[in-house]
């Protein structure tokens, strides 16, 4: 499994592209800079809020969390009760699914910003929310490539 750093490098590195992306979709729906804005806030969850919530250590999410003092310590005591109910790589790590179960987690955070963008709030958590599927598919995509590599290397020297 790839570590935390690398998944988030991986997902910087990728930001540049899909910010470039989110730009060309807002221009060609005429949607403005407030899809961009979703997209990227979207995208930026994904960087933080990773499928590896669903990890009992002290992952590099959780880390990033603390360093918001006790809002942070709170958020971590949540999502400590989010990784006791899923297993690690389990429907967290579903493409979607897993995204979805994480939203549906952040409950309170996705209702307090469509109680603050009232009638835009539909289109702009829809746009946060694929643009937050795209990195947690990174995050897979990673997580699949780090397991193919290490069972290529185990049975590599079992030879
Ligand atoms: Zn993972």
């Not at 997902?11 to 470039?20: C, D, E, S």
């Not at 949540?78 to 990784?83: E, P, R, T, V």
Request: with cysteine.
């Amino acid at each position: 499994m790839p570590s935390g750093i690398v998944h988030e490098r991986t997902l910087l590195v990728a930001l540049p592209p899909v910010a470039a992306g989110a730009a060309c979709l807002a221009h060609l729906s005429n949607s403005g800079v407030g899809f961009v804005i979703s997209a990227l806030s979207g995208y930026a969850i994904g960087i933080v809020i990773t499928p590896d919530m669903d990890h009992h250590a002290y992952t590099l999410g959780r880390q990033r969390l603390a360093r918001l003092g006790l809002i942070g310590d709170l958020l971590n005591a949540w999502w400590s009760i989010y990784a006791r109910l899923f297993r690690h790589r389990g429907v967290s790590h579903a493409p979607i699914v897993g995204t979805l179960t994480r939203w549906v987690w952040m409950w309170p955070a996705v209702v307090l910003v469509a109680i603050a963008l009232s009638e835009r709030a539909l289109p702009a958590l829809a746009v946060a929310f694929a643009f937050n599927c795209l990195a947690d598919l990174i995050h897979l995509a990673l997580d699949l490539l780090g397991t193919r590599r290490l069972s290529c290397a185990s049975s590599q020297r079992r030879r």
